[in-house]
T-cell receptor
Framework: DTEVTQTPKHLVMGMTNKKSLKCEQH?????MYWYKQKAKKPPELMFV???????INESVPSRFSPECPNSSLLNLHLHALQPEDSALYLC?????????????FGSGTQLSVL | AQRVTQPEKLLSVFKGAPVELKCNYS??????LFWYVQYSRQRLQLLLR??SRESIKGFTADLNKGETSFHLKKPFAQEEDSAMYYC????????????FGQGTRLTINP
């Protein structure tokens, strides 16, 4: 299995809802990432997990809460989001956290906040 | 500050013509650069990285430290090359951060 799988593919939520995005990989990668991509813009880094520990938080608002329960899974918990948080959320993984190497991206979750 | 600049948002060439997608970077350390590509309805994927110095799908890119550039080239464009192309700079700050350029949408006309 050489893919990063994200669920759900689409999500619509209200500003008072709580939802979670899920990401899974079975390539034995020890670094996992969350990126946010607005329409017609490049991906922007949100969080990096290295060996299941949060190592980079790009000053992301606390309404986004990441979690890495084990080496294969990465979640992004969403609460009290704003309409401007509507975007494509991409998960990615790479083999070694301390190396500058290829990222494997998932297909993303298209999030709409109403 | 680290920055990647892709000056062309859109690039359109005819099939069989040469293609060059420009990328310039700003980084005080030793650069590690990548080109990622996103075909229609597909996920973002690596096209090539400068350290491997290989040709993928006929594309090559040479790192020019003097000009701080990493332009992507292909001598003869094909219709299936139409896609969104991102140049990216990898930096280490405890973990890897990829800094993306704004992207260039390449369209190959028949």
């Amino acid at each position: 299995d050489t893919e990063v799988t994200q669920t759900p593919k689409h999500l619509v939520m209200g500003m008072t809802n709580k939802k979670s995005l899920k990401c899974e990989q079975h390539m034995g990668h020890r670094a996992m990432y969350w990126y946010k991509q607005k329409a017609k813009k490049p991906p922007e880094l949100m969080f990096v997990y290295s060996y299941e520990k949060l190592s980079i938080n790009e000053s992301v608002p606390s309404r986004f809460s990441p979690e890495c329960p084990n080496s294969s899974l990465l979640n992004l918990h969403l609460h009290a989001l704003q309409p401007e948080d509507s975007a494509l959320y991409l998960c990615a993984s790479s083999q070694e956290p301390g190396a500058r190497e290829k990222l494997f991206f998932g297909s993303g979750t298209q999030l709409s906040v109403l | 500050a680290q920055r990647v600049t892709q000056p062309e948002k859109l690039l359109s060439v005819f099939k069989g013509a040469p293609v060059e997608l420009k990328c310039n970077y700003s980084y005080s350390g030793s650069p590690e650069l990548f080109w990622y590509v996103q075909y229609s309805r597909q996920r973002l994927q690596l096209l090539l990285r400068h350290i491997s110095r290989e040709s993928i799908k006929g594309f090559t890119a040479d790192l020019n430290k003097g000009e701080t550039s990493f332009h992507l080239k292909k001598p003869f464009a094909q219709e299936e090359d139409s896609a969104m192309y991102y140049c990216a700079l990898s930096i280490l700050q405890g973990a890897q951060k990829l800094v993306f350029g704004q992207g260039t949408r390449l369209t190959i006309n028949p």
